[in-house]
């Protein structure tokens, strides 16, 4: 599976989707102020689930072609640890 780890979620959680095997790429690795709209563009054309503890990115996004394509698993902090 393809993830895309938000600036919020953990990196030991990355290191381990990564240790599975899983594609696993970084917001903080490409810009750590990237606004969610570019990290939800980011997703969609690449396919990619966004991990994110951050409530604000599920709520807004209006499901809708451009949209449909991306998933967001969402986490507590003491789960993603």
Not at 3 to 15: H, M, P, Q, T
Request: aromatic fraction near 8%; charged fraction near 20%.
């Amino acid at each position: 599976m393809k993830f895309l780890i938000d600036v919020n979620a953990s990196g030991a959680l990355a290191r381990w989707l990564q240790s599975m095997g899983h594609d696993v790429s970084s917001v903080a690795d490409q810009d750590p102020r990237m606004s969610d709209d570019a990290i939800l563009e980011w997703a969609t054309h690449e396919k990619r689930i966004i991990v994110t503890t951050n409530p604000r990115h599920p709520c807004p996004i209006p499901y809708n072609s451009l949209y449909k394509a991306c998933q967001y698993v969402l986490c507590s902090a003491n789960q993603c640890a």
